[in-house]
């Protein structure tokens, strides 16, 4: 059964603070200039905008998550492939060692055979390439030198392929610096939109905010949905956990949170591994389409290209981070376009 806890009551400070958040999370598009030359925007002009924007600063704060994480999983790749190079590279001075202590076995024995003598002055990839030098070799010698042909080969793979990632996480940071950039931007940008409002406005917007942070802080009824499974379960427990923590775009625990952040890092709680950005999240489980099937600790799909997520909590509500100046809280499904559910 859903749990029905009373989250952290947000004092007015705090939901001040997160107000004036607010002012650096969202983006400014060219249509901040809507208002006629010469006139000043009004607090509800300014606050549909602001609004409006959150959906465009989650998009970009998604694709900043997919860019890190993308770079992150090549960074621990190529260090694995530099392990292998340098363990390889032991492994193949030790064959090398292997034939020149046959080869000095067969010169105090009465010379060292040609073979031997033309493998240790070049490269044994060209020299067991001429067939008709085999019959030159003992069955010993050849199976010394296919090993260090084939360890010459593995290492020649892995390099090239570190090389390979290598320029990919070169084009990934890039890319990861440019979406950075972009969601910075848009910040500051916002912060001058905002900024255009006189103290009072300002004041009643924090107002507004408060009035909502209250809401989100009162008891909830959650019904008696029961959990997808005790996975599930578990990850909606760590999530109500830490109701009441701020947004902030690129984060994932575990005192702040984007929306994917918060899902992925409840279900690590669980022991459970699911990717990091609501897109990918999409395309984790079993997907859900009717809302009366949903059960709690399903995963929520939310707009047509998959850029917000929460979890399903019962009775209507989902337990997600919502946007840039606010924080983890409990929401109606219908506030946002309902796109599916995944289960885990």
């Not at 809302?291 to 998959?306: C, E, K, M, N």
Request: glycine share 8%.
């Amino acid at each position: 059964m859903a749990s029905h806890r009373r989250p952290k009551q947000p004092s007015s400070a705090r939901v001040t603070l997160l107000t004036t958040v607010a002012a650096a999370a969202v983006a400014l598009s060219a249509n901040a200039a809507d208002a006629a030359p010469g006139e000043k925007p009004g607090k509800d002009e300014v606050k549909a905008k602001v609004d409006a924007l959150y959906e465009q600063a989650e998009q970009a704060t998604e694709k900043l998550d997919g860019a890190q994480d993308k770079q992150d999983r090549l960074e621990k790749q190529i260090s694995a492939l530099q392990d292998s190079v340098a363990r390889g590279q032991a492994d193949l001075n030790a064959l090398r060692e292997g034939l020149g202590s046959m080869a000095s076995a067969q010169y105090r024995t009465g010379g060292i055979d040609p073979s031997v003598a033309l493998f240790l002055s070049s490269d044994p990839d060209d020299y067991l390439d001429k067939a008709s030098t085999m019959d030159q070799l003992s069955a010993q010698q050849v199976d010394a030198l296919k090993k260090v042909q084939r360890k010459q080969r593995e290492l020649a793979q892995q390099r090239a392929e570190a090389t390979a990632k290598l320029k990919d996480l070169s084009a990934v940071r890039a890319d990861y610096a440019r979406q950075k950039k972009d969601v910075q931007g848009k910040l500051g940008a916002a912060r001058e939109l905002l900024n255009t409002l006189t103290t009072q406005e300002k004041t009643a917007l924090a107002a507004q905010e408060q009035q909502r942070a209250t809401r989100a802080s009162e008891r909830v009824d959650l019904g008696d949905t029961p959990a997808a499974s005790g996975r599930a379960a578990a990850a909606f427990a760590a999530a109500q956990s830490v109701i009441g923590a701020p947004y902030d775009y690129g984060h994932n625990g575990p005192s702040t949170f984007d929306c994917s952040g918060l899902t992925s890092w409840a279900y690590a709680q669980a022991n459970v591994s699911i990717p990091r950005t609501s897109e990918m999240q999409a395309n984790a489980g079993t997907r859900i389409y009717s809302q009366s099937d949903l059960r709690v600790g399903d995963l929520v799909i939310f707009y047509g290209d998959h850029h917000h997520v929460g979890l399903y909590a019962g009775g209507g509500q989902v337990l997600h981070a919502p946007h840039s100046g606010a924080f983890v809280r409990y929401e109606s499904i219908n506030n946002m376009p309902f796109q599916f559910g995944v289960r885990i």
